[in-house]
């Protein structure tokens, strides 16, 4: 499984911005998928995951604020990101679960300006 995200960029603070990840390869056998980050100095933290069977869920931080949706004909997930806050700012990594190997993709940064 590969997974190629993108959308990143800078925003100011109260913007959105809308992630994208699409997986290739063995698409038929990935289960949940996700969204994490890790900001500077810190640990990589779950942001959202949805599963197969469409569960969602967030990280406290950014309920409300945040939306993860799947398009399976398109092998994608996205992240809508609204109201994004400083502590947003983080690199912000695709992840995918098939056959209980975890993938990543390559992160993609967020950056929010104040």
Known sequence: V??????????QAGGSLRLSCAASGSIFSISDMGWYRQAPG????????ITSG????????????FTISRDYTKNTVYLQMNNLKPEDAA??????????INYWGKGTQVTVSS
Request: proline share 0%; with cysteine.
């Open 2 to 11: 590969q997974l190629q995200a993108s959308g990143g960029g800078l925003v």
């Open 42 to 49: 810190k640990q990589r933290e779950l942001v959202a995951v």
């Open 54 to 65: 469409r569960s969602t869920n967030y990280a406290n931080s950014v309920k409300g604020r």
């Open 91 to 100: 690199v912000y990594y695709c992840n995918a679960w098939a056959r209980a």
